[in-house]
């Protein structure tokens, strides 16, 4: 009996060891595949309204020193070249911006990439952090560019690998193709056509609501999925990402 018992328990010592290290490994993993694309912080520079914010963020260098001081100055509104095609979302004249950052952390800046380069923010309400897919989805459409008749620019594919058997070239039409973003899963995206018929028939900006039913109508389209990134690089023009609530 003493054996047995023994035994037994050098058994569940064992099993124990290797739970712990599955879950170390688990969580190494989930570390490894926090690469700063799975999240998006966004932040605006509105001082008027319910929705202001403070008047400045500071973006620092990983050293602390200042990299950019983000502001609204009134009548001064431009380009600027410390983030211009080097962040997500870069609304200049709309004073709304989106970066790409890693998991943030309670107590900790906010990590975020600029071009190849990690910055940080310090955490306020007033930032933003959604995932990379829900960000997308909820505010944002893939409209790939494109003349009539031209192939589309990615290759399309009915699941989340780049099998070349079952590749699908798609042809932009007259009207120009908009898609859904239904999902993110790392590099791929999952979409789906827009029913544009059941757009209201409005120049007026979509709302919500309206938005919902085009959604709910497009749910027959087939389900495609692109590679929307390839590491750090990015495949689709980030002007093919359009802003659902603009006109």
């Known amino acids: 009996m003493n054996k047995m018992i023994t035994a037994l328990l050098g058994l569940f010592t064992l099993l124990g060891i290797s739970g712990c290290g599955a879950k170390q490994s688990n969580s190494q993993q989930t570390m490894n595949e926090d690469d700063g694309y799975t999240f998006v912080a966004t932040l605006f520079c509105s001082t008027d309204g319910p929705n202001s914010s403070p008047a400045h963020y500071y973006l ?14 009134e009548n001064d509104l431009s380009r600027d070249p410390l983030l211009d095609g080097k962040i997500f979302v870069y609304y200049w004249n709309g004073l709304s911006y989106a970066f790409f950052c890693k998991r943030p952390e309670a107590g900790k800046p906010i990590e975020v990439r ?46 989340p690998k780049a099998d070349p058997a079952k590749k699908i070239t798609l042809i ?74 603009s006109v």
């Not at 909820?138 to 594919?157: A, C, I, K, S």
């Open 60 to 73: 620092k260098n990983p050293d602390g020193t200042l990299y950019l001081d983000i502001h609204n100055e």
């Open 114 to 159: 600029v071009g190849d380069e990690w910055k940080t923010l310090e955490s306020s309400a007033h930032i933003q952090i959604d995932s990379t897919g829900k960000f997308l989805q909820q505010y944002y459409t893939y409209v790939p560019r494109g003349e009539e008749g031209e192939r589309l620019p990615l290759d399309f594919y009915p699941s």
């Open 172 to 245: 932009q039409d007259s009207f120009g193709r908009g898609f859904f973003i239904r999902d993110v899963q790392g590099e791929w995206m999952k979409i789906q056509g827009i029913d544009y018929n059941a757009l209201p028939d409005s120049e007026e900006v979509i709302e919500e609501e309206e938005w919902a039913k085009v959604s709910k109508a497009s749910e027959v389209n087939p389900i495609y999925w692109v590679r929307w990134r390839e590491g750090r690089k990015i495949l689709i023009y980030i002007s093919e990402f359009v802003y659902k609530y």
